[in-house]
């Protein structure tokens, strides 16, 4: 068993939990030396592997690995979970993508699990894309493992997530990622369209088919063949329709509107939506067995305030992005701006943080962005949210629930704690008298309670 790390210390550990496991472990500083050891000596029978390296990188050492012993498993390890990594490691033929920091015990215990299993060949790499999607959060690393698994197979998926979180994105990142990437990407939102001409939209009309149509329309269905057909807000879409659609997706073949000529698409189908699908087969208002054609896989795309960490990161893109075709200086946001924008619950999602910024590019004078900045900007949203937080606790109480989440009411009520102490702390500037008078406690009740709920806080490290 090999690893391959620039990194002294990642390589050290590493290589002696899995010699405590029982392994025998070699260890290499870069992948050159990996590749020449391979021409003189055995193959490793498993390989762990950084992918940003000095000289050759991880992806194309994976390349080598494969070209000479295509059922080597190897697990690529990175720091830096972005799609364009993630998918082009699977493409390339890796057996599994290992976020860092990881936990050593995960480590061992995929090599247990990879040792038995070979892999076959690997696919003709495709050109990688840029990064449409950012995160580093848990959920976001598994996101974009599943995008890198999914973009090779022909297989429709549904997306579901809440409005504003990126839904097209990760159809976009799908497509991109896949053997079709060099054929079309064709987007619809079928709420946005009315009824009566939704029909036309998805599989177009012949001259003549109904009042006002002059002339031939080639569909959306038409348009993406070969390629990807985005359906956005599925949920919406009329009764009538969802049985037209199963026949495609079924028969891969379709009339358009007034025409007798049988048209046939190969098209992927990505479905998204922000709805209860499940929900809505039960109330009769969705085809359960459309549902079963278009949820071959599901990817959940979780909400903002699930993964506040990626705020900054996130910030620091959609404002890069509106200094460029604003065409201002960069900006960027002080400590204090930042630490507030980490604790808003941003009830748009990523949509609200990417217009805050634009507005932000647009209206804040200088190129630092203070808490002073922001001005209204998030209270508006705020003051919105305020009236209806039962309705947010019915919905994280639901959310914990699905999730079979365990001491559910605990950690309820110390989030509750949490954000109502800090909140009297900063409309009071750190004073601490004051934030207890403002509440009804003590001073020293206020105190206690502070103590209490920092240590279950998550941190970054």
């Known amino acids: 068993m090999w690893v391959v790390d620039d990194d002294r210390a990642v390589r050290f550990v590493l290589a002696e939990a899995l010699r405590d496991a029982g392994y025998?472990?070699?260890?290499?500083?870069?992948?050159?030396?990996a590749v020449q050891a391979l021409e003189g000596g055995p193959d490793p029978d498993l390989v762990f592997t950084d992918v940003r390296m000095p000289g050759m990188d991880g992806l194309a050492f994976l390349d080598a690995l494969k070209a000479r012993r295509p059922d080597l498993p190897v697990v690529v390890m990175s720091a830096y979970t972005d799609i364009a990594?993630?998918?082009?490691?699977?493409?390339?033929?890796?057996?599994?993508?290992?976020?860092?920091?990881?936990?050593?015990?995960?480590?061992?215990?995929?090599?247990?699990?990879?040792?038995?299993?070979?892999?076959?060949?690997?696919?003709?790499?495709?050109?990688?894309?840029?990064?449409?999607?950012?995160?580093?959060?848990?959920?976001?690393?598994?996101?974009?493992?599943?995008?890198?698994?999914?973009?090779?197979?022909?297989?429709?998926?549904l997306v579901t997530g809440e409005t504003g979180t990126g839904k097209e994105l990760v159809a976009r990142a799908l497509h991109r990622e896949s053997p079709r990437a060099r054929k079309p990407f064709v987007a619809l939102n079928?709420?946005?369209?009315?009824?009566?001409?939704?029909?036309?939209?998805?599989?177009?009309?012949?001259?003549?088919?109904?009042?006002?149509?002059?002339?031939?329309?080639?569909?959306?269905?038409?348009?993406?063949?070969?390629?990807?057909?985005?359906?956005?807000?599925?949920?919406?879409?009329p009764a009538m329709l969802q049985?037209?659609?199963?026949?495609?997706?079924?028969?891969?073949?379709?009339?358009?509107?007034?025409?007798?000529?049988?048209?046939?698409?190969?098209?992927?189908?990505?479905?998204?939506?922000?709805?209860?699908?499940?929900?809505?087969?039960?109330?009769?208002?969705f085809r359960a067995d459309l549902l079963h054609r278009l949820d071959v896989v599901r990817l959940r795309l979780p909400p903002l305030r699930e993964r506040k960490a990626d705020v900054p990161a996130l910030a620091a893109r959609f404002l890069a992005q509106a200094a460029r075709r604003l065409g201002t200086p960069a900006k960027r946001l002080q400590p204090d701006?930042?630490?507030?924008?980490?604790?808003?619950?941003?009830?748009?999602?990523?949509?609200?943080?990417?217009?805050?910024?634009?507005?932000?590019?647009?209206?804040?004078?200088?190129?630092?962005?203070?808490?002073?900045?922001?001005?209204?900007?998030?209270?508006?949203?705020?003051?919105?949210?305020?009236?209806?937080?039962?309705?947010?606790?019915?919905?994280?109480?639901?959310?914990?629930?699905?999730?079979?989440?365990?001491g559910i009411h605990?950690?309820?009520?110390?989030?509750?704690?949490?954000?109502?102490?800090?909140?009297?702390?900063?409309?009071?500037?750190?004073?601490r008298q004051r934030a207890a008078e403002s509440l009804g406690l003590g001073r020293n009740t206020l105190t206690r309670k502070l103590g209490a709920s920092r240590p279950s806080r998550t941190r970054r490290s």
């Open 410 to 431: 605990a950690a309820l009520r110390e989030r509750f704690d949490q954000v109502l102490l800090e909140t009297a702390l900063e409309t009071s500037d750190g004073h």
């Open 24 to 33: 025998a472990v070699q260890a290499f500083d870069n992948a050159h030396a």
């Open 337 to 406: 701006a930042l630490k507030r924008l980490e604790k808003h619950d941003w009830p748009g999602n990523v949509r609200e943080l990417e217009n805050l910024c634009w507005r932000l590019v647009a209206l804040a004078p200088g190129d630092s962005i203070g808490l002073r900045d922001l001005g209204s900007a998030l209270r508006g949203s705020e003051g919105r949210d305020t009236q209806d937080w039962p309705r947010l606790l019915a919905q994280a109480t639901r959310e914990a629930l699905a999730r079979g989440d365990e």
């Open 243 to 285: 049985t037209r659609l199963l026949r495609v997706l079924a028969e891969g073949e379709f009339f358009r509107v007034g025409g007798r000529e049988l048209i046939k698409v190969d098209v992927r189908v990505v479905a998204a939506t922000h709805q209860d699908l499940d929900a809505l087969v039960r109330e009769g208002r």
């Open 85 to 157: 990594s993630t998918a082009g490691a699977f493409r390339g033929g890796a057996h599994e993508f290992l976020s860092k920091p990881f936990d050593l015990d995960e480590a061992v215990a995929l090599a247990a699990r990879a040792l038995p299993e070979r892999t076959e060949a690997a696919p003709t790499p495709e050109p990688e894309m840029g990064d449409a999607l950012v995160g580093d959060a848990p959920a976001m690393r598994e996101l974009f493992r599943a995008i890198g698994r999914l973009a090779q197979a022909p297989l429709s998926v």
């Open 190 to 237: 079928t709420a946005a369209i009315p009824a009566e001409l939704l029909e036309s939209e998805l599989f177009g009309h012949e001259a003549g088919a109904f009042t006002g149509a002059n002339k031939r329309h080639v569909g959306r269905f038409e348009q993406a063949d070969g390629g990807t057909l985005f359906l956005d807000e599925i949920g919406d879409m």
